[in-house]
């Protein structure tokens, strides 16, 4: 059991990887936006198979903190990429007053 | 009952692992921003999903499965609105070219 | 070579890659990307290493907070007019390398060579958890016995945002920092600052509390509230207060106000500076991290937003 849960978890560490590799490349910051989703799901899975393999119950709390902050992250790149979309395009959503 | 249990999270890990090859590969394959952010949504959230479930026989209590469940709930919510988010970036990022 | 070291293997060089790839990209934005996506990973490798308390610091503050805090300062400096700076010279790239490469070998082979076994004085801390019956090794050394590190860290947060507050203009001190953010209210943004705050919140006093127990504490719970309060301020659902009110500085200040009491008070009616009696360690200790949690999240928070940049109207 412990075998098969550690190799998935290097598999799907493996998968992160190559998804990484494909999104930090991806030509343009919209796809570079997407870098947090992907972690917010792979690494949580990944974190919750570590948790029961080796026995750290309290892997969950940070699997749960992860999938907060991965969405905040998520949040924060888009709104980030955004205005800097706008500023070479039309207007801005913030004011500076 | 505890061969049960580990035939239950064998078999739903190793179904939750496919779907995160399945869209790992659809994130390397797709051919332009939308489709791979539906790769990475759509897929990558039912693979947690199934680890999730694969998990769940091997919870230590009744806590650590609700605590599972809800972390997935979350991912689950935060995935569907970012990934609008993401979406609506990538439009305004194409009509502006 | 069995699965959990090629699973480790794995682990190490996603990690690696990825940070080599954040120093060596050209553009800012995918290199924080890069560096936050980093954060979240070496959360992972903390996990592995059974440091539950530092992962979840490193997913709450290399994760989220500090993500936004360079895409901020990426921004500005977009934004700024370039000057025309010397880009740095071979000589000064060549000597930067290697002193990095110095600094990473002294490092590795610190830890190769380590005794084994390695110096350490966790099993006497284990011991001890009867002091303050808190069941969390970490949170009694932070909160007992080297709570005077834990206390003047609070005072050097305070510091650090004095030093932000102190980049304002002249004519915009005592107002808000940061823009006025500004989204579509029917729109997808505010309808995920309304949802996720309050599951965040949970989420923050949760791990604030079983960190008596277990792993967590006050500044992972500090640092989740403040990436709440962040994210509702970047959907224009509220705006940043500004600086010179009342309530704001009292939350500045009461955290390290209340360690410095408590303190104070052992050094009266007890034995030495932050002694607890030990009949009142526990409630001491809680009492003290309930104001530390409140002034962790406003410091980070106002951290984030910046200097004030609008006075008050």
Known sequence: MTEFLTAAVGFILALLALGLVSILRGPGDTDRMMAAQLIGTGGIAALLLVGTVTGVSAAVDVALTLALLATFASIAFVKKGLSSLETHGTGSTENHK | MSLARDIMTISAVS????????????????????????????????????????????????????????IWLLVLLAGATVSQLIARTARQGETAK | MNIATIFEVVLAAVVLGLGIWTIAVRETYS??????????????IWVRLDAVDVALTEAAIGGGLGGVLLLGAAARLRDAEPTVAEAPGMVTRVSAAALSALTAAALAGAIVFLPDPAPTLAPTVVAHASATSLANPVTNV?????????????????????????????????????????????????????????????????IFWTGANHPGGAFQGGAILASMWVLAIMAGLT?????????????????????????????????????????????????????MILTIAATLGLLLAGAPERSVK
């Open chain 2, 15 to 70: 179904a939750g692992v496919f779907f995160f090859l399945a869209g790992t590969a659809g994130l390397l394959r797709f051919p332009d921003t939308l489709t791979r952010l539906h790769a990475l949504t759509k897929a990558d959230n039912l693979g947690l999903g199934l680890v999730v479930l694969g998990l769940l026989p091997q919870a230590g209590s009744l806590r650590e499965g609700l605590k599972l469940v809800s």
């Open chain 3, 31 to 44: 290199a924080t990307v890069g560096f936050v996506a980093y954060g979240l990973l070496v959360a992972l």
């Open chain 3, 142 to 206: 932070l909160m007992a016995f080297r709570a005077m590190d834990t206390m003047l860290e609070k005072v050097v947060l305070l510091l650090a945002i004095i030093g932000v507050w102190s980049l304002a203009p002249d004519n915009a001190w005592g107002g808000h920092p940061g823009p006025r953010h500004q989204a579509d209210p029917d729109g997808i943004l505010v309808f995920l600052a309304r949802l996720l705050p309050p599951v965040g919140i949970v989420v923050a006093i949760y």
């Open chain 3, 239 to 291: 705006d940043t207060p500004s600086i010179g009110r009342r309530w704001l500085r009292f939350v500045l200040v009461a955290g390290p106000g209340l360690f410095l009491l408590v303190g104070l008070g052992g050094l009266w009616f007890g034995t030495a500076f932050l002694a607890y009696p030990p009949a009142l360690a526990k409630p001491l200790i809680l009492g003290i991290e309930v104001a």
